[in-house]
């Protein structure tokens, strides 16, 4: 959308280059009037002096158009844009073992959220399974302004402690994870630790998918990673793909181990 002020720098910019050209063509005939330059040969230049000041014009003109096209479209966006945020936090006493955690989340972003999937990572000391993890995929979208409880169920997801979306981890770092058998921590290192990370991906109305991070501090509190929009993968997708590559490992797995037992 084109506001009042981007057509009046648009018709600006035209009406700078035609003065400019004007002026030069003027400046152009004076010349020629008074070093008695041939007229042939001056209508020739006039020609392509003409020609170079409307390429230029053109040029300009498509150029403010388009920067102005995708002001628009950002503004456009942005409108839309929604931001996921955890409003409540989960049972600390019983952060792991517990099957459901029901989390408040509010969209504090200018556009509705839709497509919302979230997952949530409670720290733990790193063995050879899966980390532990709660899984939530509401039905209903989160308008601007409002609130939604989301239960986040043990389930299926298989993502690892290292596995990413938008360059950060589904799990909390473990040099910034609290680690209940190090009861130093807090005595060496003042920095707020975390024991869990909470993942949301969601989508706008233009189909747009954006992600919110935030870890939970010892005390509960939730503290922002990062909110990025525009994303490739949302959680399923990535879900789906991490399924895939499992599914492919297990199947290779199983034709060595039958390729070894036929060759014994």
């Not at 490739?232 to 037992?261: F, N, P, V, W, Y």
């Amino acid at each position: 959308m084109l506001t009042h002020s981007r057509i009046q720098r648009i018709v600006f910019t035209i009406v700078a280059v035609v003065a400019v050209v004007a002026v030069v063509a003027v400046g152009f005939c004076l010349a020629i009037a008074f070093l008695n330059v041939d007229p042939n040969k001056a209508s020739a230049i006039a020609s392509i002096l003409v020609a170079a000041g409307t390429l230029v014009l053109a040029t300009i003109t498509w150029y403010s158009i388009h920067e102005a096209a995708a002001q628009a479209e950002k503004e456009g966006r942005t409108r839309v844009r929604p931001q996921l945020v955890p409003m409540s936090i989960p049972d600390l006493g019983n952060l792991i073992n517990a099957p459901q955690h029901l989390i408040d989340i509010r969209n504090v972003g200018a556009g509705v959220a839709i497509n919302i999937e979230g997952v949530m990572l409670p720290y733990m000391v790193r063995g050879n399974s899966l980390p532990k993890q709660f899984y939530a995929r509401p039905s209903l979208p989160i308008h601007t302004d409002a609130t939604n409880a989301i239960p986040f169920e043990t389930t299926r997801t298989l993502f690892a402690y290292d596995d990413s979306i938008s360059g950060h981890t589904f799990s909390v770092p473990a040099d910034r994870a609290h680690d209940p058998k190090q009861s130093v921590d807090g005595l060496i290192d003042r920095r707020s630790r975390y024991v869990a990370r909470l993942t949301l991906t969601y989508a706008d109305v233009l189909g747009l998918k954006h992600v919110s991070i935030f870890d939970l501090t010892t005390n509960g509190q939730w503290t922002k990673e990062a909110i990025d929009d525009d994303i490739s993968r949302d959680i399923g997708e990535l879900d789906e793909e991490k399924g895939r590559m499992m599914a492919d490992q297990l199947q290779k797995s199983r034709m060595l181990q039958g390729a070894t037992q036929d060759f014994a």
